[in-house]
């Protein structure tokens, strides 16, 4: 890969990876995720009651007035922290989303990058080719001068002139759409220019597959992290079916009684108490035992066939980029061979018996030849995208 093309695309990248709002979208929804452990981290409220008695109920030591109370619950020991685990798995998983959807559009962005170059390329060529005829029309109008060719050769050139310079126009548009699609992944203005290198050559060779680093593939550990979070989810509901205890106190405001003199006259009541909350009927916490179990289940095989798919993905790039770089020989070894009727066409011409026909046969030749070459280099790039995505 060329040095300056390497720098250009490395630069749209990091502005994607800056501005891309999906990008800031998914790293919002990880920061909010992360944000739950300081939610989970609490205990029950405390529980306070006020209660004064209309009719106050007479006592040896006097009639009581009001009563004020207090009551808190605990989890089990380990409760919280099991939450702060369950809840910090799930932000972890989240994470992997933040690092596929990055990959995603690195290779979004390098995709659209050599779609660009290919449209550029083809403008180029079809711009030598144009020329190529203006000096074949020169030569025509000249054997008709001389009477070694009909008008009919001219316009023909002519014609062949307005098609290739109608397929210009439209790869001009085309162009402009593909660069408004890339700015929109930079998430900038759509008219701001790209600029693509001039020419991509095919590289002498590949660079490394290494099949095993599929496994590592983050689409592939979001599973991983799943499953690690549906663990915590059962260690949780083991902490939730296990008893509550509760400290409290009550306090009771007693009168004293008028007229009578002994030590406990009006002495308040202070009640300390200890409870406990038993969640006998736990069919619930069974239950979700279960769905656990199923879930855990359901992740390894989603797992199974998204590797499944990347492998066919991962199989397939390697196969297609094979073949372009088959194609890219091909192509230039028959654009060797159309040049080398052009010299011959041109010496037929010093010695007077051109055929026009012939000139744009091998005209035509000579662009299928030519588009198909920076087709090959665009899916060999492409392709290699693609890998890079599933491996890197």
Known sequence: MLSAQSQELETLIDVALNNNPEIQKFELQYKRASEKVNEVNTIPNTEFGVGYFVSEPETRTGAQRFKVSAKQMLPWFGTITSRENYVSSL?????????????????????????????????????????????????????????????????????RQNEMQQLKDVLSQQFLAEQTNLNNLLNRENDIAVTVVDSLMMPSED???????????????????????IEQSELLNQKESSPMIGFGLDYINVSERPDMN????????VMPMVSVSIPIFNKKYKSQTKQNELEQQEITAQKQERLNTLETLLSKAINERISARIS???QTKNLKQAKDAEEILIKSYETGTIDFNDVLDIQELQLKFQMNQIESIKGYYVQSTIINYLIQ
């Open 91 to 159: 932000a972890d998983a989240k994470y992997e989303d933040i690092v596929i959807a990055k990959r995603k559009l690195m290779a979004s962005v390098s995709q659209s990058y050599y779609n660009l170059y290919a449209n550029k390329a083809k403008q180029k060529v079809l711009t030598e080719n144009i020329k190529l005829l203006e000096t074949y029309e020169t030569l025509a109008l000249t054997s008709v001068e001389v009477g070694k060719a009909s008008a009919v050769d001219v316009l023909r050139l002519q014609m």
């Open 207 to 229: 660079f490394e597959i290494t099949t095993k680093n599929l496994a590592l593939h983050p689409e592939l550990l979001k599973y991983d992290k799943l499953y690690q979070s």
């Open 262 to 269: 002994f030590s406990d006259n009006g002495k308040d009541i």
């Open 328 to 330: 890219y020989a091909t």
